[in-house]
């Protein structure tokens, strides 16, 4: 599948960005789906994940209470509302989707995502 993210990336300090993704002919509701991001001369970390079925959800300790990852099952999406932001959240941000996961399961390991979109570049000033 091919992921599209959707959603402007720059913004001041203490401002929000909201993030949505969604699958090209497929049902994104299939998938479990989660948020990376990487920084310049970093690795791509966890963001964020969202289980199939909604229920269970995962943050990274550094957005917990700033960020908040949802679905809509009905519209095919997932989104990242983002909160708050500090300028070390600038980074690009990619979504992402793992197919080989039951309902209720969910994983933040980014090796187990078969599928990522394009990356956005998210940049916050101070």
């Known amino acids: 599948i091919q992921l599209q993210a959707s959603g402007r990336g720059l913004v001041q300090a203490r401002g929000f960005l909201r993030f949505s993704c969604a699958p090209s002919h497929r049902d994104f509701n299939t998938y479990a789906a989660g948020w990376f991001r990487q920084a310049p001369g970093k690795e791509r970390d966890f963001v964020a994940g969202?289980?199939?079925?909604?229920?269970?959800?995962f943050y990274a300790e550094s957005v917990k209470g700033r960020f908040t990852v949802s679905r809509d099952i009905p519209k095919n999406q997932v989104y990242l509302q983002m909160d708050l932001l500090k300028p070390e959240d600038s980074a690009v941000y990619f979504c992402?989707?793992?197919?080989?996961?039951?309902?209720?399961?969910?994983?933040?390991?980014?090796?187990?995502?078969?599928?990522w979109g394009q990356g956005t570049q998210v940049t916050v000033s101070s």
């Open positions: 992402a989707a793992d197919a080989d996961k039951r309902y209720d399961e969910l994983s933040n390991r980014e090796y187990e995502y078969e599928y």
């Open positions: 969202i289980s199939r079925s909604g229920r269970k959800i």
